[in-house]
């Protein structure tokens, strides 16, 4: 079978195309027919080495997390995560994949291949955030910073979802697309600093910077989550906020469970949320999909087909 993978740290173009041989499901293991697959900014720190001392430097690497595909023993559409511990030689950017029985679920019929792909990550992390982490209740304010962000345009529905009076900060190209994602409130980023802001119950983060001066924008008793933690500014914020203080910023890493994906399909089957692809790329064409990824201009998930 055909995979993407990579044979040392670099840019894009260090991926490249392998003939490995198809891999064989386990004990608690599915083996899934890729029909599409998702690039997130995840694949992009572990190529470039960011991660490297985790991952280490034992290549081949393989690249690529959320997937909808054909789990092959059944015929059932499915969708959800390959394990994202390091070491992989083949990941979700491939023909076939082994994914543990228990991180996939029956994909919503009615999202396409690619649709369904485009959201199992930003989906599943707006989800945890919103009702898991901060437990969003009908009535609150709920301030979402990044809202054209590919987890925060799934925030903001889900947010509305949820019962909550909805802030959403983007870039001023954004804000009618937001807007049009049932954002209650859209303001341009650049327009302000986070004194001008009213209040908030809740304060969904996805840029990771200045999550201190946001924090003091929340009401008593409210509560912050940040997905965006991959700076050591935004970790020492963090870690400050559990000393100083009564609001916590928390964060999470997401690796959803079968359970997690059925509930995100259930606001799908409802019509609560939709996902947005910007561009469709062929497997092949992987380099050119994560040089997109840093690429200003694009809205919603690119995605990989086989």
């Known amino acids: 079978m055909t995979a993407a993978q990579f044979q040392r740290y670099g840019g894009p173009e260090v991926l490249e195309m392998a003939s490995v041989p198809r891999p064989t499901a386990g004990p608690g293991e599915v083996l899934v027919k890729i029909e599409a697959s998702a690039v997130n900014w995840h694949d992009a720190v572990v190529r470039s080495g960011t991660l490297k001392i985790v991952t280490g430097r034992k290549f081949p690497l393989g690249v690529g997390l959320d997937f909808a595909g054909t789990d092959l023993a059944t015929g059932t559409p499915v969708w959800g995560m390959v394990s994202p511990k390091s070491g992989h030689v083949t990941g979700a950017a491939a023909e076939y994949a082994v994914v543990p029985a228990d991180r996939i679920a029956p994909m919503p019929s009615t999202l396409t291949w690619t649709e369904a792909a485009a959201l199992v990550t930003s989906g599943t992390t707006a989800l945890t955030a919103l009702r898991d982490m901060t437990h969003v209740r009908p009535g609150e304010r709920v301030l979402i910073r990044g809202a054209a962000g590919t987890v925060g345009m799934v925030a903001v529905q889900l947010a509305v979802a949820l019962g909550a009076h909805v802030v959403a900060l983007a870039g001023s190209r954004d804000l009618d697309f937001v807007a049009e994602?049932?954002?209650?409130?859209?303001?341009?980023?650049?327009?302000?600093?986070?004194?001008?802001?009213?209040?908030?119950?809740?304060?969904?983060?996805?840029?990771?910077?200045?999550?201190?001066?946001?924090?003091?924008?929340?009401?008593?008793?409210?509560?912050?989550?940040?997905?965006?933690?991959?700076?050591?500014?935004?970790?020492?914020?963090?870690?400050?906020?559990?000393?100083?203080?009564?609001?916590?910023?928390?964060?999470?890493?997401?690796?959803?469970?079968?359970?997690l994906l059925d509930d995100l399909a259930g606001f799908v089957a409802a019509g609560s949320v939709r996902p947005v692809v910007d561009t469709i790329f062929p497997l092949q064409r992987i380099a050119d999909a994560h040089r997109a990824l840093t690429e200003p201009g694009h809205r919603g998930k690119l995605v990989l087909v086989p």
Do not use: C, W
Not at 227 to 236: D, Q, R, W
């Open 181 to 259: 994602l049932g954002a209650h409130e859209v303001i341009d980023y650049r327009t302000v600093v986070p004194a001008d802001l009213e209040p908030a119950d809740v304060i969904l983060d996805t840029v990771g910077a200045d999550l201190l001066a946001y924090r003091r924008r929340l009401k008593r008793g409210g509560r912050m989550v940040t997905v965006n933690f991959g700076s050591a500014k935004a970790m020492t914020a963090i870690a400050a906020s559990a000393i100083f203080g009564e609001q916590r910023v928390r964060t999470f890493s997401s690796y959803p469970d079968a359970r």
